[in-house]
């Protein structure tokens, strides 16, 4: 898996996006690739953010259900 990019590179190309910048252009000045250009733009489009939120459950699993814990209380 890939690692994240410096905060100052994210921010220029979050930047040169916000002033519609052709994509191939950013690419060349900033030093990425095409597709990480073209993933960032996807995940701003998607949650506002440039890389995607976490989507793994932490913690343990419930021992009771919503409806055993009414039942309980």
């Known amino acids: 898996m890939p690692r994240r990019l410096a905060d100052d590179v994210v921010h220029r190309i979050l930047v040169r996006l916000s ?3 052709p994509v191939p252009s950013i ?3 900033v ?3 095409h597709e990480t250009v073209y993933r960032m733009q996807h995940n701003v489009e998607l ?3 440039p890389y995607p939120p976490p ?3 932490l913690g343990r699993p ?3 259900l919503p409806y055993q ?3 309980v209380k």
């Open 19 to 21: 002033a519609s910048e």
């Open 47 to 49: 949650w506002g953010i």
């Open 27 to 29: 690419a060349t000045a």
């Open 31 to 33: 030093g990425v690739a």
């Open 69 to 71: 814990e009414e039942v």
């Open 62 to 64: 419930r021992l009771l």
């Open 55 to 57: 989507t793994v459950k």
